[in-house]
């Protein structure tokens, strides 16, 4: 497995062939498509499409009692508890990534790193972190009567945009400076969240929870500056 970027036979460069490249450019003049390419017709029909097409999911009806009366209150003061609970739904699903994100980056450290290395228990601590993270979520689903194993919309985004950062960690050929700038990536995504989601929770009156989202948010911020450090120093490394 590599530990760094090394010069190789890449040859998907055009500078590689000069002669070739030109050949091919002139190939391009010579044969246009059959087909012309109309971005104002390709514009008009995403508008179109976008018009006509139904939103990509849904905040499920609570399942419980409880739930529901929550919820109706919470209409008839005139808010939209199905926001707050989508944007906790969407911090959900991506602290349980999280999870699984630092699982594979320990799984890639341990093959690159001796097994006494501080890197381990600290990639270890966040791993953790990311996990409480999670349950805090769901406990506070269901304190609102919602359901933390529905999918909303938002949570299925946020599924969809991570997939991209799992297989970087997951890939067997990437090294540990690749790895740590795809979580550096979901550490900023994640920071960002946590202080809208913070925010979202003290406009709707729930304190208590605003106050447990900026620790976690706190501690999320650790996470991005370590990773960014440690980046660095692999960085550093790489290029002596």
């Not at 911090?91 to 349980?96: I, K, N, V």
């Not at 950062?165 to 994640?190: F, G, H, M, W, Y």
């Not at 960002?192 to 709707?204: C, F, N, S, T, Y």
Request: hydrophobic share 40%.
């Amino acid at each position: 497995m590599a530990t760094s970027v090394r010069v190789g036979h890449n040859m998907t460069g055009a500078q590689m062939c000069p002669e070739e490249t030109k050949r091919l450019l002139h190939a391009a003049d010579l044969f246009p498509p059959d087909v012309g390419f109309d971005e104002t017709a390709i514009q008009q029909l995403r508008e179109m499409e976008s018009e006509v097409q139904d939103s990509i999911g849904s905040v499920p009806i609570p399942g419980s009692v409880k739930g529901a009366v929550k919820t109706s209150f919470n209409k008839l003061l005139g808010k939209n508890p199905e926001v707050l609970i989508d944007k906790i739904a969407e911090r959900l699903a991506f602290e349980r990534t999280g999870v699984r994100l630092y699982d594979a980056l320990l799984a890639k450290t341990r093959a690159l790193v001796p097994v006494d290395s501080p890197q381990l228990s600290l990639f270890q601590q966040f791993r953790q972190e990311e996990l409480d993270h999670f349950h805090l979520l769901a406990d506070a689903l269901e304190y609102l009567g919602a359901d933390p194993t529905a999918q909303t919309p938002s949570a299925d985004l946020a599924g969809v945009s991570a997939q991209g950062i799992v297989k970087i960690l997951t890939d067997p050929r990437t090294n540990l400076s690749q790895c740590l700038n795809a979580i550096l990536i979901a550490e900023l995504a994640d920071n960002a969240g946590w202080d809208l989601l913070a925010q979202l929770a003290e406009q709707a009156g729930q304190m208590d929870m605003a106050r447990d989202f900026t620790q976690a948010g706190d501690e999320e911020k650790n996470h991005l500056t370590q990773i960014q450090h440690l980046l660095q120093m692999e960085l550093a490394a790489d290029l002596s």
